[in-house]
C-alpha cells in the first residue's frame, strides 16, 4: 500500500456555524461512512490536528486516497456536506501525514 496517493479534500462550515456545530456534523458524516461504507473508511487515513479558515468558512482537511475520492464525494454530498474542490495534481505519499498538523486515522 505504499505505492498509495493522496490527496487533500477540504470539508467546509456552513456560512457563519460554529466549530462545535461544525464538528457534530463531521462526527455524524464520518460515523455514518464508517457503518455503510467501511471500505471506503479505510481510504481516509488521517485528519488535520485543527480546523482552518478557507474563504470565510471554517474547514477541516482529510487525506484520502486518489483512488477512492470519487466515491467518497458522492458519499459526502449524500451527506448534505460542503467540501472544496479536490486539487487531483496535488498529490501525498502516507508519510507526508505524518507530521505533527496530521493525526493518523487508524483502521
Known amino acids: 500500500m505504499s505505492d ?3 490527496v ?8 457563519d456555524e460554529s466549530p ?16 455503510q461504507r467501511p471500505d471506503l473508511y479505510e481510504q481516509v487515513i ?3 490536528v485543527t480546523f482552518n ?7 477541516r482537511q482529510y487525506l484520502v486516497a486518489l483512488d477512492a475520492i470519487d466515491e467518497l464525494l ?5 451527506q448534505r ?8 495534481d496535488d498529490l501525498y505519499s502516507r508519510y507526508e501525514a505524518s507530521g505533527p498538523e496530521w493525526f493518523q486515522i487508524e483502521h
Not at 53 to 59: E, S, T
Not at 74 to 78: H, K, P, S, T
Open 4 to 6: 498509495t496517493e493522496y
Open 53 to 59: 479558515q478557507h474563504a470565510d468558512r471554517l474547514a
Open 74 to 78: 458522492q458519499e459526502i454530498q449524500r
Open 46 to 48: 488521517a485528519e488535520a
Open 20 to 35: 462545535e456545530a461544525f464538528q457534530g456534523r463531521l462526527t455524524q458524516l464520518w460515523t455514518a461512512v464508517l457503518r
Open 8 to 15: 487533500c479534500l477540504t470539508l467546509l462550515a456552513e456560512p
Open 81 to 88: 456536506m460542503a467540501f472544496a474542490p479536490v486539487d487531483r
